[in-house]
Each structure stands twice: as structure tokens, then as C-alpha cells.
């Protein structure tokens, strides 16, 4: 049973950290918490759903449509909401998310109308048990799409000189200016990848729930992970959505799925007494 | 009296210049006759207009409180629809199973709602502002989840209609309860005014710029933050139980993160840190989804947009803005000493 609900639990989990791990890479390049991500999730499932669906793309072509899609989304969101912003009070900037937010999620409504919609699952879900654990096609497709996205990521932070830009941003923005970084450019790459985490994570969750303009409330469920993980901490905010995902399974199963969310709630603030910055995340050091 | 308290964003334009620190002086006449018009709003409007204006001095209460907390402590908060849910739930669920009239049962309202603001402010204590800004979006998450679920009590999403209140055996009209919020709105005005200008106010305003520096001052960070919660919290509770009698049936709908969200957006709209600041950003945010009523399925994205302007164009808020206008514009004015205050 417990086996079971682990690897029942990884598919979702996947979709949290995709999420979390888009929060915590624009919380760390620019100290801002970037409410649309979860409308970010829901732009790349409704462009996938168009051109899967509609336009009859094959589903590689339509995931990599929609991803950039999503990206080019998210570098407009930056422009607008985020750089006019850079010295107003936190907020500002805050708020600013969240409106752009309602933007996206209404414009969306208002050109696609309330519709309910399914998407077709690219891979088979219909069950298959290996030693009395059960799981399906469907399921490994999004654990093994996330793990390649996770690596594509990865190779970028790690390897590139776009992922040492980031880096350096996040270290300390005025030093990387002073070396030559272009600090602008950092924050539209870094948006522009949170937001293709996001929709890769919004395409993988499409075939499991029903589509609706109003999905990226599952988005919140990323600020979560991101939260329990650890915000500076982007292995954190990963670790952090699979652990929200298994938490939320567990509790269901064995305690009450009604008061499921309630539970994790008061779970995440006994995390957060014992550490105030989440499992994995580091105390940033103020100077008086 | 004054309208405007001394209490810019740290990094505000104003504060380079001495002289605009002054805040802009309203005299007790023109206060007086902005209260009775309020007051005559129920006798000279019809029952829609009145009921929106309802919900504006509904609101300006909880934004003033979220003020106390968010503009003059800096603590950050993203569940106050949980306090106001509280309030309201206490006060409706007193007066229908018990035999309380509505006075005492929104008096119990007020102080659940702030015994809820110290239990969330004390792990508030240790966390930096992104997660207080977690641990206030959980708790009205899970208060709503709560109002949701416990159907037996609460009614889930059905909602609840609220009896109507008596008052010495007669039934309080619509008329009545609007002048007792107005009552109750100027009432939270002059408290959160006279906060913003004692001890208190200047023991937050020093926690918001510098905890530490506030810290090695002598001020007692823990107990002034829980005290800036429960305030705030308790402003929450008042306008949640003027806002069951208001409308006459409370459901959990009305109180989810996105109303939340929309109290924030008040007070930044206008202006954190200022008296006046939430009260003109909860007039605009009242009645500008009233206005976009024509526009049907484009409400929400007009809405979003607009906020979205208000935001990028004025970050710091309207009334700041507006200050350091007329401080520009008519220098004498603004440097003139205030005439007594309240």
C-alpha cells in the first residue's frame, strides 16, 4: 500500500517541482514571487490542447509549440509587470503578478469561453502491475518528461554561460553588472524558463484533470513545494513538490481528504516553526 | 484633524524633501460634513447604491486594518478574508444558536478574530516576509476549506442566512445597520489614525524600516508585531460582522484568497503606510467592478487591467502621489503648521 502510494505519487509530484522549481528560479534572480505561474501552467495546456487536438499536430511538435509559446508569454509578463517595476516597493511587484494574472487567466476565458475540456493522454493509462504495484504508461511518460526537463535545465544552469549569468545574477546583482552581465537580459531568460517549466509542467498535468481557464489555481500548489522546500533553494523547491505530492496522498488515504489541504497547511507552518526558511533553504545574512 | 499620517514607504520620492513630510491638513469642519453625507447616503439613494457604499465602508474597515499591519509593521498579510470570515461566521453562528442579540455576538466576532490574528502573528515572528506571506495565504485557505467542509455547522458552500438583528424588539432596517458601519468605519478611522501617531505607531513604522535597528532601540519586536496582527485581525472581525448583518446570509465564497488579494491591491492602490491611502483604494476598488457591470464577460480582464496601470504607474500608491503633487504645486500650503488635531 505504502509503495503504492509513493509511485502514485511521483507523476504528480513531478508536475509540483516543474512548478515549484519555476517559483523559486524567479524568486532567487529577482526577489519576486510570481503569482502567474499557474496561468503560465494553463497557457501552455491550452496551447497544447489547440494544436494537439485541433490543429492535429503530432504531440512532440505541439509540447514544443506550446512551450515557447509559454516563453515568449512570459518574456512579454517581465516586460510589463516586472521591469517597469524594479524599484517600486515589494508590493508593488507582488500585486503587479497577480493582476497580470487575472489578465492572462480572463483573456483567456473571454477567447475560449468556459469550456470544459479534456486532453487526449499521448501515452496509454491503463494500468500495469509489476509486483503488485500498479502504474501506468501515462504516468512513466511524465516522471521520464520531467526528468529530461529537469536535465535539459540542469545543463543549462550548470554548463552554459546563460546559467552563469543567472547565477551570478542571484549572487549579487550589482557585482554581475559590474563584470559585464547584462542584468535585463538575465531576468528575461529567467522568466522566459520559469515560464516553460511551468507550461511543460501544465502540459504533463492536462491529460490527468479537465482544462479550464481556471486551472492555474494548481499553480498555488507549486508555491507550496517551493515554500516547504526551501524558496533560494531550487534542489529544494524540487524535493518540495514531490514531498507536497506525497504528503497530500498520504493524508488523504489514511487521514481525511476533505480536510486534506487544511492538514498540509498546518503541517507546512509546523515545518516552517522548526525552519523558518524551509527544509533546504539557507538564512540570507542582513548587514545593519 | 489630519488626514494623511507621517508614515511614507522607506525609499519614497517625499522623503527627500523636508518639507513635503507634512501632511496634508483636512479641518474637523470638512470631516464633519463628509460623515453626515455618508450618513444620508440611506435616505437619499436607492437600495443598490446603498448596498455598494455599504460595502465600501465594509471594506475601508478591513483595509485600514490591514494597513496597521501591512503599511505601518510591514508585515505582510494575504488571508485577511480569513479574519473577516471569521467575524462574520462567529457573529451569525452566536446569533442562531444562541439567544445572543447581534451586539454582544459581533463583540465575540471581533475578539475570535483577533485571538486568530495573535495565534497566526506567533509564527509570523520568526519568518521573513515571504513567509509570513505563506503562513497568512494558508490560514485563509484553511479557514475557508473549514467553512467548506464542517457542512453540519457552517452550511459548506451553501452558506448561511444571517438572522435579523433586533434592537430593543424593534428589527434593525437596512437604514440602521448602514448607520451603524459608517458609525463603526469613521470609529476605525480615528483608531488606526491615533495608532498611527503614538507609541505604537512609531514602534511599527521602526519595526517596518529596520527590525534590527528597531530591535537594538529597545522596542519589543515580538510582542509589537503580534500586537500589529491582532489589531489588524480584530479590524477584520468587525467589518466580517457588520458584513453578515449587512448582507443577510454569509457563504464561504465571499471569502476566498482572491478577496484577500483584492484588500492588499486596496491598500497598495492607494497607498500603504498613509490613513487616507486604504480608504481612497477601497472606494475605487468598490465601485470599479460596479462600473465594468456593462461589459459582462470582459469585467475581469478590464478590471485586471486597470489594476494593472495602477500598479506600473503608481507604485507607490495614489495618495502619495498625490501628495508630493500638491506639495509641488502649492509649497506654501503643505509647509503651513497643521491646525489642531483630534
Known sequence: MLGQLVVSSLALGSIYALTALGFAIIYRASDVVNFAQGEMMMLGAMAALLLYRDLHLSYPVAFGCAVLISMAVAIVVERVAFRPLLHAPHFTVLLSTVAIAQVIRSGVRAFYGQELSSFPPAWSDAPIEVYGVRFTLLGVGIIATTALTLIIFLVLFARTNMGWAMRATAQNMRGAAIVGVSVPRVYSQTWAIAGGLAAVGGILLAPLIIITPDMGVIGNKGFIAAILGGFNSLGGAVMGGFILALMENLIGVYISSAFKDVIIFGCLIVVLLARPTGLWGTQKLKRV | ?342
Not at chain 2, 476605525?188 to 501617531?197: E, G, K, Q
Open chain 2, 1 to 342: 484633524m489630519i488626514l494623511l499620517a507621517r508614515g511614507e514607504m522607506p525609499d519614497s520620492p517625499t522623503t527627500a524633501s523636508p518639507e513635503v513630510k507634512r501632511p496634508i491638513s483636512v479641518n474637523a469642519r470638512s470631516l464633519l460634513l463628509l460623515a453626515v453625507l455618508v450618513c444620508a447616503i440611506p435616505f437619499l439613494a436607492g437600495s443598490y447604491v446603498q448596498f455598494v457604499c455599504l460595502l465600501a465602508l465594509i471594506n475601508i474597515i478591513v483595509t485600514t486594518g490591514v494597513n496597521i499591519s501591512m503599511g505601518y509593521c510591514g508585515l505582510v498579510s494575504v488571508g485577511h478574508a480569513g479574519f473577516v470570515a471569521i467575524g462574520a461566521y462567529v457573529t451569525t453562528l452566536l446569533m442562531t444558536y444562541s439567544s445572543l442579540s447581534f451586539a454582544p455576538a459581533m463583540l465575540c466576532g471581533i475578539v475570535a478574530a483577533g485571538i486568530a490574528g495573535v495565534v497566526i502573528g506567533l509564527p509570523a515572528l520568526r519568518l521573513s516576509p515571504l513567509y509570513i506571506a505563506m503562513v497568512t495565504f494558508g490560514f485563509g485557505q484553511a479557514v475557508n476549506l473549514i467553512l467548506l467542509n464542517w457542512i453540519e455547522v457552517t452550511g459548506g458552500p451553501n452558506g448561511m442566512a444571517v438572522p435579523v438583528p433586533t434592537f430593543f424588539g424593534n428589527d434593525l432596517s437596512n437604514t440602521g445597520i448602514f448607520l451603524m458601519t459608517a458609525v463603526a468605519c469613521f470609529g476605525s478611522l480615528w483608531v488606526a489614525f491615533n495608532i498611527s501617531r503614538s507609541r505604537l505607531g512609531r514602534a511599527f513604522i521602526a519595526i517596518r524600516e529596520s527590525e534590527i535597528a528597531a530591535q537594538s532601540m529597545g522596542v519589543p519586536i515580538a510582542l509589537y508585531k503580534t500586537v500589529a496582527f491582532a489589531v489588524s485581525a480584530m479590524f477584520g472581525g468587525l467589518a466580517g460582522s457588520l458584513y453578515a448583518l449587512g448582507s443577510g446570509y454569509v457563504n464561504p465564497d465571499a471569502f476566498i484568497f482572491l478577496i484577500s488579494i483584492m484588500y492588499v491591491t486596496m491598500c497598495v492602490a492607494g497607498g500603504l503606510g498613509t490613513i487616507a491611502g486604504p480608504v481612497v483604494g477601497a472606494i475605487i476598488l468598490t465601485i470599479l467592478p460596479e462600473l465594468l457591470r456593462p461589459f459582462a464577460e470582459y469585467k475581469e480582464f478590464l478590471s485586471g487591467l486597470i489594476l494593472l496601470g495602477f500598479l506600473v504607474l503608481m507604485p507607490r500608491g495614489l495618495v502619495p502621489l498625490l501628495t508630493s503633487w500638491k506639495s509641488r504645486l502649492m509649497p506654501k500650503l503643505a509647509r503651513q503648521p497643521a491646525p489642531e488635531s483630534v
